[in-house]
């Protein structure tokens, strides 16, 4: 069985072809164009689709159409799962309320399903990646902003309005920098890929992305150190509040922050051994799926829809499915 993953994101839309084992058999990706505006993103996304199935009835045989049981869509949030609405993404300008998998359903008659990127990546990993086995995990991505998918007692949890996982905005110093959220202190105002370059900007006087603090680091330069020692401090500081209310078994850690690798794993890793209740209990694992946890993750939302157990269950299809599985 097969599946098209889409990733939609603020700058590229990646989208592949899946198998139910988590296996990328295609994969193309394309600028998102964010600035044109909705109706031209969502047409990218169509076209993307298109491809992706053109691809595939080339490289199987007459009946792959009965072996592509559905697409899933990983979009910025927010958004609704249950009624595959995207509401206003901060990196999709233009976007209110945009009924994203009604018009892909609509176009290729196959279930559709959506979710935000963070949960979809959540999912990727946890069916196929670094917390595979895991009942309770928590995906958190460190990237130019902060955010989390939740596995809790073996199924996706969306929370009310599918917002659950938002813990870049979780406040770990009342009186820290403000956050894109109007609040102060949050976890991503102190530790994204985008906090590291503001400060680091402020504190040489020059712009510097986290790319460039971290080489600085890399190189011995201790202001770039402390900056780097304080954000993933204050990561930690925000891993052990999710360890106390989840207890999870495995936090994966992926994003493009997180590819500075041990600095940021030792540090987290002994602050929430020493300070989380259960801290002992818990394995901070990097995410193993790279660029492809999006696709895969979006890809796999079908399959789960499928096959239940470990449910995905924001929305009843209305399709009556019959395809050969293989
Ligand atoms: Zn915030």
């Given amino acids: 069985m097969y599946s098209i993953g889409v990733d939609l994101g603020g700058t590229k839309i990646r989208t592949a072809i899946v198998s139910d084992s988590g296996s990328v058999l295609h994969s193309a990706e394309l600028p998102t164009g964010a600035t044109d505006g909705p109706d031209a993103v969502i047409e990218r996304v169509l076209d993307s689709i298109r491809c992706a199935m053109a691809v595939l009835a080339d490289r199987t045989d007459s009946t792959y159409q009965r072996k592509l049981i559905g697409i899933g869509v ?18 999709l300008p233009g976007w209110n309320r945009i009924p994203l998998r009604q018009h892909v359903e609509s176009v290729f008659q196959l279930p559709t399903y959506l979710d935000n990127d963070a949960n979809v990546a959540a999912l990727a990993e946890w069916r196929f990646g670094a917390g595979q ?12 902003g902060i955010g989390a998918g939740l596995i809790l007692d073996g199924k996706l949890f969306h929370g009310q309005s599918g917002s659950a996982g938002e813990i870049g905005h979780m406040i770990v110093d009342a009186k820290g920098p403000l956050c894109t959220c109007g609040n102060h202190g949050c976890l991503e105002a102190w530790s994204s890929g985008t906090a590291i370059s503001n400060i680091a900007t402020e504190r040489y006087g020059r712009p510097l992305n986290a790319k460039e ?19 993933f401090s204050y990561l930690g500081l925000g891993l052990i509040n999710v360890v106390n209310l989840f207890n999870p078994s495995v936090i994966v850690i992926g994003g493009g922050v997180a590819q500075v690798g041990a600095p940021l794993f030792e540090r987290v890793r002994d602050i929430v051994l020493k300070q989380a209740i259960q801290g002992k209990s818990v394995q901070i694992l990097p995410a193993l799926l790279g660029k492809n946890a999006g696709v895969i993750g979006a890809a796999a939302l079908p399959f789960i829809s499928l096959g239940g157990g470990d449910g995905h269950d924001t929305r009843k299809s209305t399709h009556s499915l019959s395809y050969d599985p293989v």
Avoid: C, F
């Fill in 74 to 91: 990983g979009s910025p949030g927010p958004l609704d799962p249950r009624t595959g609405v995207v509401l206003s993404p901060p990196n």
């Fill in 133 to 144: 086995g895991a009942d309770n995990m928590v995906y958190a991505t460190v990237s130019t």
């Fill in 213 to 231: 603090v971290e080489q600085l680091a890399k190189q011995g330069d201790a202001q770039a150190q402390d900056i780097l020692e304080q954000a």
